[in-house]
């Protein structure tokens, strides 16, 4: 691949990524537009994966340009897993921000203003146990499912996923009556 195609490709892949992100641009905006009839709960959801879905945009862009062009074999490989890696944290990041649109969500169904607060602020602090036990497992995830993609270190990804596993059956067990007294409110 000379310089000159090298350079094209460049340019194919950054007017890709911009033409994906404008679209995601037009999108939000009506989004946004019918967001403002829409319940709070919504408004936060679209507030907190703006973001995201912006990444996962220019994302796909470049996932679609690069499986249009030609690469030269010993470069391949590599953009292959730079892409991987990419999509593997943009999934991490809009799981992360939806949980945090979902505590958002049960954060306005309390009145923290209310006199007698004592079962909004119960509520309020299991949804944020929650989100935070469900951050770290989508990270944990995340990491070995980015350490599996390498084949030197599949092995330490699998006992990394594994072990993800077992914190998450034993703190399911931990936080069963936790759970059951959360889910039995809403």
Do not use: C
Not at 30 to 38: D, H, N, V
Not at 115 to 121: G, H, K, S, T, W
């Amino acid at each position: 691949m000379t310089l000159a195609q090298l350079g094209w490709a460049l340019v194919t892949l950054a007017a890709a990524a911009l033409a994906a992100v404008g679209l995601h641009f037009l999108l939000d905006r009506i989004a946004t537009r019918l967001a403002r009839e829409g319940t709070p709960a919504y408004r936060s959801l679209l507030r907190r994966l703006r973001s995201p879905t912006r990444a996962a945009s220019a994302l796909v862009g470049l996932l679609v340009a690069f499986a249009g062009l030609r690469w030269p074999p010993s470069l391949r490989p590599a953009l292959d897993e730079l892409l991987t890696l990419a999509a593997i944290a943009v999934i991490a990041w809009l799981l992360t921000s939806a949980t945090q649109a979902g505590v958002d969500m049960v954060g306005e169904h309390w009145d923290l203003g209310a006199r007698d607060n004592l079962a909004a602020r119960k509520a309020i602090t299991r949804a944020g146990v929650v989100r935070r036990v469900l951050v770290v497992l989508i990270l944990i995830v995340a990491l070995a499912a980015m350490l599996m993609s390498f084949p030197e270190v599949r092995a330490l990804g699998a006992s990394l996923l594994a072990s993800a596993g077992l914190v998450g059956l034993i703190a399911g067990l931990a936080a069963q009556p936790l759970l059951t007294n959360l889910i039995a409110g809403l």
